[in-house]
């Protein structure tokens, strides 16, 4: 059971890491996208809290979805023990991110 954890977690922290990137991509081009557009004042920041609202809830269920399940279902352990795996995956790809931005900064 141990390892099938520790395989969701991968999966689930790599998803989310997807998704950030995804995100990131998106706000590093949004210029490109967006330059020629006449500038509004109520339209950018309700397009950026919409982002980070939907972010949230896709960062939510990816992260906490499925240890609230297996808790609801009376699996507190393993609960517990999928979110800490969650957690370590994530933290493993932010050192990884990080090294990457100190070997290959310019």
């Known amino acids: 059971m141990q390892k099938q954890l520790i395989k969701l977690a991968f ?3 790599l998803g989310e890491a ?10 590093g081009s949004a210029e490109r996208f967006f330059s020629n557009t006449p500038d509004n004042k109520i339209l ?7 982002l980070f609202v939907l972010s949230a809830a896709v960062s939510g269920a ?5 240890p ?5 279902e009376g699996k507190k352990k393993e ?3 999928l979110f800490g795996f969650i957690l370590f995956w994530l933290f493993i790809f932010f050192v990884l991110m990080v090294i990457s931005l100190v ?3 310019q």
């Open 44 to 50: 950018a920041p309700i397009t950026f809290l919409l």
């Open 68 to 72: 609230v399940l297996m808790y609801v």
């Open 18 to 27: 997807m998704y950030i990137g995804l995100v990131a991509l998106l706000m």
């Open 103 to 105: 070997v290959f900064r």
């Open 11 to 13: 999966f689930l922290a």
């Open 62 to 66: 990816l992260v906490l979805g499925k």
């Open 79 to 81: 609960a517990l023990e």
